[in-house]
């Protein structure tokens, strides 16, 4: 009988048999890497602990969020884009906007202050409404306030117009007197919205907005050299403010640093020899043109002295 030695034959045997199981690659984890650095990388046994998270070459991530494996490992996003379910999409504000703003049209807004956006997207403050903590308030600073079912929010703050001498009826209307049910009275009468009331003796109300004699407020006449009408409450000459009315110093005096102006055709035309006693009629030869509160005809020009 034959004797074999095993010995020699044991260490080949065992080398061709030998134990897989330390060399095993996780599936989800990258061919190419080393076990302990896959297990540095992705827990000891080379797989991730969240059942939610994927192990990559960085690691455990999650592919809906993650920019550099986005759907999928080493699926990097541009860098304008963001990974958002696990896609790549370039975002409506990039840079992402402050923790205290909120995108919207493409623009980082704070919607505590913004009056376009106020509290969210779209919700516009209409004037005189201001944007404070996100919602909509009527004044400013500590006066600031939500008006109630009777007041309207007017530039002064919440109001009520039926009783308010400064908005009565609406926002700007002042009266004279008192408001009685949005309506200024006038002695006897009542003023309409935007009417003033010039003369309570006689009971009498005027439209300031238009009215020569009474040109936004009922102190303020038009002179008619100057002005050839009241046009919201300004003296105007045409399209115009109205005509200068030259140097106040010496007074009625024609000045070439100041010289006066009369309100001709809608437009403003400088008083001299050649335009003196009116629009377009001159001096005669040898008459040198002047100034007089009292119009004479022969070569003056009407201008008012002050009281």
């Known amino acids: 009988m034959v ?6 034959i044991l260490p080949g045997a065992l080398a061709a048999c030998s134990a897989s199981d330390d060399t095993y690659v996780p599936r989800d984890v990258p061919r190419d890497d080393a076990a302990d650095v896959v297990d540095s990388r992705c827990g000891p046994t080379g797989e991730c602990e969240d059942a939610y998270l994927t192990c990559c070459r960085s690691g455990c991530v999650d592919l809906h969020n993650d920019l550099f494996n986005c759907g ?20 409506e504000c990039f840079p992402e906007c402050d923790p205290r703003q909120i995108c919207c049209g493409g623009d980082c807004v704070d919607p505590n202050t913004d009056n376009q956006n106020c509290g969210r997207c779209g919700n516009e403050c209409e004037a005189p409404l201001h944007c404070l903590g996100g919602i909509c308030l009527c004044g400013t600073g500590s006066t600031a306030r939500m008006c109630g079912p009777t007041e309207t929010c007017c530039p002064t ?3 009520d117009t039926s009783t308010d001498r400064n908005n009565c009826g609406a926002c700007g209307n ?22 003033a009331c010039c003369d309570p003796d006689r009971s009498e109300c005027f439209d300031t907005r238009n009215d020569m004699d009474h040109c936004g407020n009922c102190d303020t006449k038009c002179e008619t050299r100057r002005a050839d009408a009241c046009i919201d409450g300004q003296c105007m000459c045409g ?4 005509c200068s009315a030259g140097t106040p110093y010496p007074l009625c005096s024609v000045s070439a640093g100041m010289p006066p102006e009369r309100c001709c055709r809608g437009e403003c035309e400088v008083i001299d020899d050649s335009h003196c006693e009116a629009c377009g009629r001159p001096c005669s030869a040898g008459l040198d043109c002047q100034g007089s509160p009292h119009w004479t005809g022969v070569c003056t020009f009407s201008c008012e002295v002050p009281e």
């Open 3 to 8: 004797r074999t030695t095993w010995w020699w």
């Open 239 to 242: 399209p115009n403010p109205q």
């Open 157 to 159: 703050g919440c109001v």
């Open 174 to 195: 002042v009266c004279t007197l008192e408001c009685t049910e949005g309506q200024c009275r006038c002695g006897e009468t009542v003023c309409p919205p935007g009417w």
């Open 72 to 91: 999928a490992c080493d699926n990097e996003c541009a860098l304008n884009e963001e990974c958002q379910a696990s896609r790549c999409v370039t975002p």
